[in-house]
């Protein structure tokens, strides 16, 4: 009996882990404040790994970064001019910001 509950528990933890996957691999954003440290009415901005994605036409002041991804956030409109390098989140931007590129991390 213990076997068969290890067996479904197992069973349910690989589904968990792939529907989980999925969904991070479906819903790829950056989510976007008007306000320094996450705070504002967030807008979340799809984007795809390793293409240019311009952000809507709003002030940004700080941006929530998935897990496993590296940014790069430029000034100009496509993904060109000054940029700054986010490895993680950014609880605070002073440049205006109009154009990002994000990346999976490298293992």
């Known amino acids: 009996m213990q076997l068969k509950l290890f067996a ?3 069973l349910l933890a690989l589904v968990k882990a792939a ?3 999925a969904d991070k691999a479906e819903r790829l954003e950056v989510l976007a ?7 504002g009415q967030p807008h979340a901005v ?6 240019c994605q311009r952000f809507p036409t709003l002030t940004i002041k700080s941006l929530r970064i998935p897990a496993f991804y590296d940014c790069f956030l430029y000034t100009g409109q496509n993904c060109e001019g000054n940029f700054i390098e986010a490895l993680d989140s950014v609880p605070e931007i002073i440049d205006n910001l109009h154009s990002f590129v ?3 991390e490298e293992e």
Do not use: I, V
Not at 33 to 39: F, I, R
Not at 46 to 51: G, K, L, N, V, Y
């Open 8 to 10: 479904s528990l197992s």
């Open 19 to 21: 529907t989980l996957a």
């Open 33 to 39: 404040y008007s306000e320094t440290k996450y705070h």
């Open 46 to 51: 799809p984007f795809e790994d390793r293409a």
């Open 102 to 104: 994000c990346n999976a």
